[in-house]
Structure formats: structure tokens, C-alpha cells
């Protein structure tokens, strides 16, 4: 799925679109506020030389330097109201579309994206987004203004002295261009230092448990270093060409001003300029500078939008999952796979795998360690797609099915325990159709009763993340409730066995078959015994399925099985007393 | 100790003051460099000044009096000046920039120091989003402040001073006029603040909520689609979004109130100094050579103001989420290495390796999971722990391994307190297989070392040696690609008995004394796990091995059985007896 090609992004600018009136408000406050802004100092200019014509009425110039003043403060607010609005509502917007569409993604695309680099990009990339809108839009038009505005008052007070000055803009904006080009680069690196410092910190957290037991927190800790230092380093790197590129840039700067102090000084002492004009050119020249600086922190800030930017849209780009199927039909439980193939890069997990499920019957997959038991599972669910093969429920393909409708009437225990930080009773009503009655009889079923009637809160217990505080069988056994609570009408069971102890297995194993008649169900497993009245087991070897048939079939034709058989024979004597 | 982040005990509110205090140990080291960097800054902040105050005698003296070769003179001046700025600016940079990247080296540094120090507890007791957060978004945070704001404030702040001094200087009364809307302002900040502050604070711990629901979301996208329950993910989604927007808005919000209110002071104080200005020449105590000259002076105090607003939400930021980290900074493991008594010293090995004596346990405000437990392990036995789930036998176990110290009495390990042995030697001595194998990325063979101080530098020839002494040869070739096999954490590429079987081999290799298999083996086969019984027995005799497993053929082996239930840990005198009590005995879950 990776490997479609993703066309290029497109500008960064293009995500503003949606938001057009906002943009324009902001815009035009923006302008507003420093068209205003730039009247002031021709106001002081003004005021000043009539004073030296002593025609100056001095209330007339302070009400009116009052309103000016009120009507900026008054529009800067506002610009900043909006520009609030704006960019947190791109930011939340942008996670929402982001959640949606991963909302929509097959298990395989989450796994292959990594859930880590996932994160990044609903946190990290979007807010490098979101500082792009609140900073760059107004700080672009802005300094445009003010730039576009001093020059032309510039040029109208003395344009042979404004075009002198102004040589200054080109020389400043080459040296952005020379000194960004080599900072993109480390901005990009740097990004990359931090996906890997992230991994170390992440790996770390999850990892605590086995750290303390290995006590390898040194290990870690050089891990950690060699990733910080190289950040460190990077950010070395970044500054030292800030440190070069300001200096230069102030300099040049003051250039201007300079030319302004000998040049207009020059004019003032010929005659051929006014001190007024001379005092608001200083004082415009001044104002043209910052405006020039902002621009290229911007296009830093735009940089660096733009690779966030680069990684978001490859996940929005993504092929969503398979068009929803339109069949609604109750299944029987039949089920067919035929001729499935899965790889995991060059290797093949699961090599033409065929085989038939009736309805109300009970099958079990048995296999060695990494045989392909879990994969299978997986494609007969639905969760991944096999690369050739198709499943068939009752003759139907499974994509024909529409989800809402197919999902709960197949229940899945996972052989890993998965929880949700969140009530005992959503953990296991996960799904919404789940009544009073279908969650009593599940806990029943899943001996999970007894259980909770020793938490102070029953089933309004909140469960930790990672449910913490459960035992590996309880987890297994809410798993396996969650599953039942639905009635489906197929159950699969991976490994469900593993962590309950024999005598709860069988007793739970007894109470689907009482609770849940014309269940057909399908159990991953290691142990023969309990699955040895099955109408079906399956033996998978390396991808492939090596028999298949009843118990004693199997114990006729292969010498696997046997084996497998034997490896568990010697308790046996237990397990057929217990 | 309650571990947990965002419980209101362990929740901080450091003052502003209180966190420079808190911040200025990272500067140690720095002190030099910092006094540098304050000379280059006063350096150039003086040159910003003088500039202006140059050309103002320029504008008085020579412009004014229409005289050319006084304005040649000081262009030269001030060229010469502008050439010594262009040093000063790039070693105040430089040098504040470079303090800054340290700063923050060691600011990671230490919260990663932190975090390798704290018990298995914290971790529990906080979700991992909410760390991830913590330590990537909010560190980035002071990064942020540290690394631009920095150079900034203090090059603005010494501008400010120099400019107020001046404008003081020049002219007393006028001065403290143009200053008054600062005054005001210094007023207002002082009281908005807290409320910024606060508002960014809600923000970062919304932020903080979002990271969590997201990775336990994706964490968990198995079960989300598999029942169906895509809308769960959105909705609860959605909700931490909303929230996240909100007191982000409030944040926006409360931070830009400071650019437009000093944007206003500012050029209140422009019109308080025109008009009063106006006045003083009309009295003849001014010029307006002097007026045009303060007026650059006020400009020159209140730009640099106006950056500092913006430098100064930055710094609220930064504070905020400097809170945050500071909560994980003060956490205090309190599970702290005793000193050995000289009486433990001198004791022998002995036959017992490991003795629990009135050992009581419960996880944090939860009824106790072990009550009053008793028993000794001698060394080179096996011993296997069964019970019902839920009965506390990982529990045990992890007590035996130290990740969590008992509430009531006392394990011993070779007869001394286990709380004495430094955690290199405990866990030098305890080899524990954890319920739920952890992986790291890279490869098999980085896995399988991970941690091993003694084979990790083996060349691949003497480490296949190694392990095909240990006879763990068989488990390897089950991996493709053998040593050099690629684990990914995430995705299905390697099964759960594969992961298991890898930590299995990295505990092996470790050669511990005592090796403790919780439920290490539950999702391998059983024809390998007959491989890993002859690779257990295997080890040296005076291994200890502690076995805890439901299927009965893997513990029929043991020397002892001890069946754990409802906080009790009894030793069991047979396999039957054992089979027995599980049968019939008193069931806890």
C-alpha cells in the first residue's frame, strides 16, 4: 500500500482554501492595521514641521494621533482573534481529517505506517502547520504592506534618495536565499533526528518493564545520547549560519540608514529637502527593515510547513480500504478460503491455503510457532487482504458484505490482550448493539462473574491502559467476553487458551457450547486433547497446510500431527483427569 | 508514592521565579560563556543605542547648520561603529545560541535520566501518549524558548534598559513621561500572566490527552476494526480534539493580548512625548534637535518592548510546559538500594537463593494481592508456580525480580536483604521472562544481546558458538535470515511465539542464577517447547528455575510446586496434589 506513488502535494498554501473568509478577514484587518501603522510617523512628520512653521494646534494633532493609535490597537486585536481562529481551526480540522481517514484504513495500513509515525504527524506535522498559518499569512501581507507602502512613501518624499536606499532589499534577499537553501537541508535533518530521538524515548517507555529487569537503563542511555547529541549538533549547525546570516543582514541595514544620514544629510545642507522629510525618512527606514527580516523567518516557517505538509498529505492520499460491500445477509456460518496467498515482503506467510467451514461446526487450526495460524486468522477476518485467494461466507466474497453488518456476527479473541482505558462494561459492551442480557451471558460465559464482583465498582471499574492490573488470564477472558457479547454467529479463538488455566478452559469452553448453540467455531491452539472431538483440524506448517481432517484422520496420515501428539502425551493423564 | 502525572498531588505550580531558579542549575558550566555572551550583548545593545544618539547630534549640529564636512566625519563614525556590530551581533548569537542548544541537551538528558530511574510503578500509573508528550512536545517547548527567545529577550532587555537610562538622561521629566505607559504595561503583564500561563497550561495537558487517546487508538486499531467500532475511534477522537481545540484557542487567545496592548504603549508614549515635547520647547527647555533624537530613543525602548511581548507568551509557554517536565523531574523512585550490613557480607552461599519472609503486596489503592507469604527457594531446583489467573503468581514473581518492593516484610536473595544488591548485580543474578515479550527494532542478534555486557562485542563466529553451546542453535534457525533477521515492534511479521522465543534466548545467554519464566512460553508449541525444556535443563546445576505455566507438562518437571491463590502462596507436596488444589481449591478470580 506504501508503495502506490503518491503524487506531489500540493502547495501549501492550497490547504487555506476552505477557510477562504476567515483569510481574507485576516487579510484585510492585517492591512488595516499597518496601513495605519504606517501613517504615523508622516503624522509625526507632518506635525513637526508645521510646528517649526509654528502653525501646529497641538489638541488638533493629539486627537487625532489618538485615533490613529485606537483604531491600530483596535485592528491589531482583531487580527489576532482571527488569527487564533484561523490557524487552531486548519489545526483541528486537518487532525479531524486525518483521524477520519485513517478511521477508514485496514489494520495492515496501520502496522505498515507505524502507529509511532502516525502520532507525529496528528502532533508534530500539524503544528508546524498551524504555525504556519497563525504566523506566516499575516506576517507575509504585513510586511508586504509596510514594504510596498515605505517604498512609495519613501519615493514620494525624495525619490532619488528612496531609490538609493532601497538597493539595500536585493542585497538583503540574496543573502536569505544563499543562507535558507543551506538551512532547509538541516531543518529536514533535524526533523529526521527527532523522529529518532522520539523512537528511543518511545521504545524506552514501552520497554520499561524488561530495562529494569536487564537493568540496561545504561544502554538506553548511550542510545539516547548519540541521538541527542546529533540533535544537538544539528542545532549547532542551524545557529551557526543564524549567527552569520543576522549580523550581515543588520549591517546591510544599517547601510541605509547610513546613505539616509549622508546623502539626505547632503540634500537638507543643498536646500533640496525639508528636516521634516529628512526626520520621517529616518524614521521609514527603520520601519522597511523589520518588515524585511520577518520575510525570511518566514520562509523558514513555510520550509518546514511544507515537509510536515509533504508527510500529512501521503496519509490523506492513501487508497482508503475497499468500497463497503451492499450484502446484509445473516450468515450461516459456512464459510470458504480458497487458494490465499500472503507475503510479507519476500517471503510467503501463507502459501495457497484452501479449505471449508460448515455451519455449527467446530474447527481448529493447530500448527508450530510462526506457521502462519495468526495471519490466516486475520485474512479470514477481513484484516488483511491476501495477495491472490478469496474468502467466502456463505458463498458470498467477504468484501461483498457491508461491515456494520458482517463485524458483529463474527466474534475475534486475539491472542494479544487489547484494552481500553475506559470502563469495565465498554471494554467488553464494546460494540453498540450489545444488550443488558447478551453482556450478562457473556461474563457468564467467560467466568468473568466472580471476578467482578470483587472490583468495588463492578463493571463501572475504569480499566487502566494496558489494563495494568489485570492478571494475563483476566485480560484474556474480557477479550473473550467482548467477543461473545456481540452472539455472533462464528467465533474465533487465537490461542485463546494460552494464559487461562486448564479447568477455567474447560469450563468456559462448556459454557459456549451450552450458551451459544449454533455457534461454529474456529480455535487457533497448541492443545490436541481439548480439540479432539473437533470436526475439523487443521495442521499448518510454514505457510502451508500440511492435513487436514477429524482427530483420528490425522493421527492415520500424519506423522506431524503424531508427533505433535506426543510432544503433549505425557500430561495428558492430567488433562484427561481434569 | 503515587506515581501518577496528572494526580492534583503531583501536579505543579512553580512561579515564575521558582523556575528560573529551577532552570539555572542546567546553566552550570555555561557561567563564562554566559559571561561572553553578556559582554558581546551589552556590545552590541550599546552600539544600537549610540547610532541613534550620533545621528541626532548630526541632525543638531551639522544638518541643521547646513554644514557638510561634520556629516562626512560622523558617517565614518558610524560606519566604523556599524563594522564592530557586525561582530558583536554574530558573537552575541553565536555564543547565547549555542548556550541555549546545551541547555537543552542537558534538559533531555536529564528527564531521560529520570525516566531510566524511576520503578515499573510509574509507568503503570501514567499513559504512554500523555509521556511521549512530555517529554517530545513540551520539552520542545522550552526548545523553542531556549533556542530563539532566548538571544532575543536578552539583547532586547539590555536595549530597553540602555534606551529608558537615555531617555532619563536627557531629560528627567520628559523621560519619566515616555516611560509611564511602560510602567503600566510592566503592571498589567505582572497581572495577566498567571491567567496566560494557566490557559497554556490546560492547553499543553489537553494536548497531552490527545497524544494518549491516539496511541492507544492506534495501539488497539485490531479490535476497533475488527468489532466494527470505527466510529468509536472518531468519536472519542473527536472529543480530545474539541478539547484540545478549545483551550488551545484560549492560549491563542491569552497570548496575543500582550502585542496589541504594548503596540498601544507604545504609542501612547510617542503622543505623550510629541505633546509634552511641544510644550518643553515652547518654554525653552528643549530643542527640537533633542525632541527628533528622544523620539527614536522612545522607539528604541518600545521596539524592543514589542518583541519582548511576543518573546514574552513564548516564555509563558515555555513556563507551562517547563511544569510539566518538572512533575517528572521531581518524582522520587522510592525504591532506594540499602546499604549492605557487614553481617550479610560475611554470610556463605548458601542452599537458599531466594526467600520471601511475611511478605505482604498491593498494587497502588488496591486491596492486596499477596497476604503474609512464605517460602524459600534453594538453588538448582525448579520450582513451578500454579494458581488460577488472577491469583498473583506475576505478582510474585515480579517481587522476586525486584520491580516492585513488598509493603509489608522482607525477600531475600543468598540470604542478604534483595533491596541491598545494586540493580547491575540483582539483575545479574535474576534472569525474568516477562508475560508479554518486548522487542526492540533492529535485528535478532541485537535482540538476543540486548543488554548483555558479556557477549555483546563477540564476533558472529564465537557468538554462534556460544549459542550453540547454550543449544539454542534450534530457536534460531526458526527466525529467516537467522541472526541478522529484521524485528520490527510493530506489525505482524513476527508472531507471538516468536517473540517469545527470542526473549527466551536473550534470558538464556544471560546465564543468570535464577530464571524466571512468566507464562514465557504460552504461545509456542509444543513440540519447540519441548526444545526449550532440554535448553532449561541444560543450564548449569546450580541454576534455579521458576516456572510459571498452565499447561501441566511444562511444570510436571519440577522439583517443587507452589499453587498461588487469593494472596496465599502454599506448596503443593505433588503434580496431584498440585492438580487437585487447582481442581477444588478456593478459587480468587
Known amino acids: ?578 | 508514592m503515587n506515581y501518577e502525572l496528572n494526580a492534583e498531588q503531583n501536579k505543579n505550580k512553580i512561579s515564575t521565579w521558582g523556575a528560573i531558579r529551577d532552570l539555572w542549575p542546567l546553566l552550570s558550566g555555561e557561567r563564562s560563556i554566559l559571561i561572553y555572551a553578556g559582554i558581546a550583548t551589552l556590545a552590541n545593545s550599546s552600539i544600537n543605542l549610540i547610532a541613534p544618539l550620533l545621528i541626532a547630534h548630526v541632525v543638531d549640529t551639522y544638518i541643521i547648520a547646513k554644514q557638510f564636512g561634520g556629516v562626512v566625519t560622523f558617517a565614518l563614525i558610524l560606519l566604523s561603529l556599524y563594522g564592530v556590530g557586525l561582530f558583536t551581533s554574530y558573537a552575541q548569537t553565536r555564543l547565547m545560541g549555542g548556550v541555549g542548544q546545551r541547555v537543552l541537551f542537558n534538559l533531555r538528558t536529564k528527564i531521560f535520566s529520570k525516566l531510566q530511574e524511576l520503578p515499573v510503578a510509574f509507568f503503570n500509573d501514567n499513559k504512554a501518549g500523555d509521556l511521549i508528550s512530555r517529554i517530545n512536545n513540551d520539552t520542545d517547548k522550552l526548545n523553542q524558548f531556549f533556542s530563539q527567545t532566548l538571544v532575543q529577550f536578552m539583547g532586547s532587555i539590555v536595549i530597553m534598559i540602555g534606551a529608558g537610562v537615555f531617555l532619563l538622561s536627557i531629560h528627567l521629566r520628559l523621560g519619566a513621561a515616555a516611560l509611564a505607559p511602560a510602567a503600566v504595561l510592566l503592571i498589567f503583564t505582572q497581572l495577566i500572566s498567571p491567567w496566560v500561563k494557566r490557559k497554556n497550561a490546560a492547553s499543553l495537558t489537553a494536548i497531552g490527552g490527545l497524544s494518549a487517546e491516539i496511541a492507544e487508538s492506534l495501539n488497539n486499531f485490531k479490535v476497533v476494526v475488527a468489532f466494527n467500532r470505527r466510529d468509536f475511534f472518531r468519536e472519542r477522537f473527536q472529543s480530545v480534539n474539541d478539547a484540545s481545540y478549545k483551550t488551545a484557542i484560549g492560549a491563542g487567545v491569552a497570548n496575543n493580548t500582550f502585542m496589541p496592548v504594548f503596540g498601544l504603549s507604545s504609542n501612547a508614549a510617542q503622543l505623550i512625548v510629541l505633546v509634552y515635547g511641544a510644550y518643553l520647547i515652547t518654554i525653552g527647555s528643549f530643542t527640537l534637535g533633542l525632541l527628533i533624537g528622544f523620539l527614536s530613543y522612545v522607539s528604541n525602548f518600545y521596539n524592543p518592548l514589542r518583541q519582548l511581548s511576543a518573546l514574552w507568551s513564548n516564555f509563558q509557554v515555555a513556563l507551562a510546559g517547563w511544569d510539566r517536565i518538572s512533575a517528572i523531574l521531581q518524582m522520587q523512585n522510592d525504591m532506594t538500594i540499602l546499604p549492605v550490613m557487614s553481617a550479610d557480607v560475611a554470610q556463605k552461599e548458601k542452599a537458599e537463593v531466594l526467600t520471601f519472609r511475611e511478605v505482604s503486596f498491593g498494587y497502588a489503592n488496591d486491596r492486596d494481592v499477596l497476604h503474609n507469604v512464605n517460602f524459600t527457594l534453594e538453588r538448582g531446583k525448579t520450582y513451578a508456580l500454579v494458581g488460577p489467573t488472577g491469583g498473583g503468581k506475576t505478582t510474585t514473581a515480579s517481587l522476586m525480580a525486584r520491580l516492585y518492593d513488598p509493603s509489608k516484610g522482607i525477600v531475600l536473595l543468598n540470604g542478604r536483604d534483595i533491596r541491598t544488591f545494586d540493580p547491575a548485580e540483582r539483575t545479574r543474578k535474576i534472569g525474568f521472562i516477562l508475560q508479554e515479550p518486548i522487542l526492540f527494532s533492529g535485528t535478532v542478534r541485537e535482540n538476543i544481546l540486548y543488554g548483555n555486557e558479556i557477549y555483546k562485542d563477540l564476533s558472529t563466529d564465537a557468538l554462534m558458538k556460544v549459542i550453540h553451546n547454550a543449544g539454542l542453535e534450534s530457536l534460531l534457525v526458526r527466525f529467516d535470515g537467522g541472526l541478522d533477521a529484521r524485528v520490527a515492534i510493530s506489525g505482524d511479521a513476527l508472531s507471538l511465539g516468536q517473540k517469545q522465543l527470542i526473549a527466551f534466548m536473550r534470558s538464556v545467554l544471560r546465564n543468570p542464577e535464577i530464571l524466571i519464566l512468566d507464562e514465557a512460553t504460552a504461545n509456542i508449541d509444543t513440540v519447540t517447547e519441548e526444545l526449550l525444556e532440554n535448553i532449561l535443563k541444560k543450564l548449569p546445576k546450580h541454576t534455579t528455575r521458576v516456572i510459571i505455566a498452565h499447561r501441566l507438562n511444562t511444570i510436571e518437571n519440577a522439583d517443587e510446586i507452589f499453587f498461588v491463590n487469593g494472596g496465599e502462596v502454599i506448596l503443593a507436596g505433588s503434580m496431584e496434589h498440585a492438580v487437585e488444589m487447582l481442581l477444588h481449591g478456593k478459587r480468587e478470580s
Not at chain 1, 234 to 244: A, E, H, K, Q, W
Not at chain 1, 249 to 264: A, D, E, H, N
Not at chain 1, 527 to 553: F, N, W
Open chain 1, 1 to 578: 500500500m506504501t508503495s502506490t506513488p503518491i503524487s506531489k502535494p500540493p502547495n501549501i498554501f492550497s490547504i487555506l482554501g476552505p477557510y477562504r473568509g476567515m483569510i481574507i478577514l485576516l487579510i484585510v484587518f492585517a492591512i488595516t492595521a499597518n496601513v495605519l501603522t504606517l501613517f504615523l510617523p508622516k503624522l509625526i512628520a507632518e506635525g513637526i514641521d508645521l510646528y517649526v512653521r509654528g502653525a501646529l494646534n497641538l489638541s488638533t494633532f493629539a486627537i487625532q494621533f489618538g485615533e490613529f493609535t485606537f483604531a491600530i490597537f483596535f485592528f491589531t486585536y482583531l487580527q489576532s482573534i482571527v488569527q487564533t481562529y484561523a490557524s487552531e481551526k486548519v489545526a483541528r480540522d486537518l487532525r479531524s481529517h486525518l483521524a477520519t481517514k485513517i478511521s477508514h484504513q485496514g489494520y495492515r495500513f496501520i502496522q505498515e505506517r507505524d502507529p509511532s509515525k502516525l502520532l507525529t504527524n496528528i502532533t508534530s506535522d500539524i503544528d508546524s502547520i498551524k504555525m504556519f498559518v497563525a504566523q506566516v499569512i499575516v506576517s507575509l501581507v504585513s510586511s508586504g504592506v509596510i514594504i510596498i507602502g515605505t517604498a512609495i512613501i519613501l519615493i514620494t518624499i525624495d525619490w532619488k534618495l528612496a531609490l538609493a536606499v532601497l538597493t539595500i532589499i536585493p542585497i538583503i534577499g540574496g543573502t536569505f536565499f544563499v543562507i535558507l537553501q543551506k538551512v532547509r537541508l538541516l531543518f529536514k535533518q533535524s526533523r529526521e533526528v527527532v523522529d529518532w530521538l522520539n523512537k528511543v524515548i518511545n521504545e524506552s517507555i514501552m520497554g520499561a518493564a524488561l530495562i529494569r529487569v536487564l537493568n540496561s537503563g545504561e544502554l538506553e542511555h548511550d542510545k539516547f545520547r548519540d541521538a541527542n547529541t546529533k540533535a544537538r549538533d544539528l542545532g549547532v549547525s542551524i545557529l551557526r549560519l543564524f549567527s552569520f546570516m543576522i549580523p550581515v543582514i543588520t549591517f546591510v541595514s544599517s547601510m541605509g540608514i547610513l546613505m539616509v544620514v549622508t546623502l539626505g544629510g547632503y540634500y537638507v545642507v543643498q536646500g533640496s529637502m525639508t528636516i521634516g522629510s529628512f526626520v520621517a525618512f529616518m524614521s521609514y527606514i527603520v520601519v522597511l527593515i523589520f518588515p524585511i527580516l520577518v520575510i525570511g523567518f518566514m520562509s523558514n516557517v513555510i520550509a518546514q510547513a511544507t515537509i510536515s505538509y509533504a508527510r500529512i498529505y501521503e496519509v490523506l492520499q492513501a487508497p482508503d480500504e475497499k468500497d463497503d460491500g451492499k450484502l446484509v445477509g445473516l450468515l450461516s456460518g459456512q464459510i470458504d478460503a480458497s487458494n490465499i496467498t500472503v507475503m510479507y515482503g519476500e517471503k510467503a506467510a501463507l502459501k495457497d491455503i484452501s479449505f471449508s467451514i460448515m455451519p455449527n461446526t467446530k474447527t481448529a487450526i493447530i500448527g508450530p510457532t510462526a506457521a502462519g495460524k495468526t495471519q490466516l486468522l486475520n485474512v479470514i477476518a477481513g484484516l488483511t487482504f491476501p495477495e491472490t485467494g478469496e474468502v467466502r461466507y456463505d458463498g458470498h466474497l467477504l468484501a461483498e458484505y457491508e461491515r456494520a453488518l458482517f463485524y458483529p456476527q463474527i466474534g475475534l479473541v486475539f491472542q494479544d490482550s487489547i484494552l481500553f482505558n475506559t470502563t469495565m462494561r465498554e471494554n467488553i459492551a464494546f460494540s453498540k448493539i450489545v444488550t443488558d442480557e447478551s453482556l450478562k451471558k457473556a461474563i457468564e460465559t467467560a467466568e468473568l462473574a466472580d471476578f467482578l464482583h470483587t472490583l468495588p465498582e463492578g463493571l463501572d471499574t475504569l480499566v487502566s491502559e494496558r489494563g495494568t492490573s489485570l492478571s494475563g488470564g483476566q485480560k484474556q477472558r474480557i477479550m473473550l467476553a467482548r467477543a461473545l457479547a456481540l452472539e455472533p454467529k462464528i467465533l474465533f479463538l487465537d490461542d485463546f487458551t494460552a494464559r487461562v488455566d486448564a479447568q477455567t478452559e474447560r469450563k468456559i469452553l462448556a459454557n459456549i457450547e451450552e450458551n451459544y448453540p449454533g455457534l461454529t467455531l474456529i480455535s487457533i491452539t497448541q492443545k490436541i486433547v481439548p480439540v479432539e472431538a473437533y470436526d475439523q483440524i487443521i495442521l499448518l506448517m510454514e505457510g502451508e497446510i500440511l492435513a487436514r481432517g477429524t482427530h483420528s484422520e490425522l493421527m492415520r496420515v500424519s506423522p506431524e500431527y503424531v508427533q505433535i501428539y506426543n510432544s503433549q502425551r505425557s500430561t495428558s493423564t492430567y488433562e484427561l483427569r481434569t
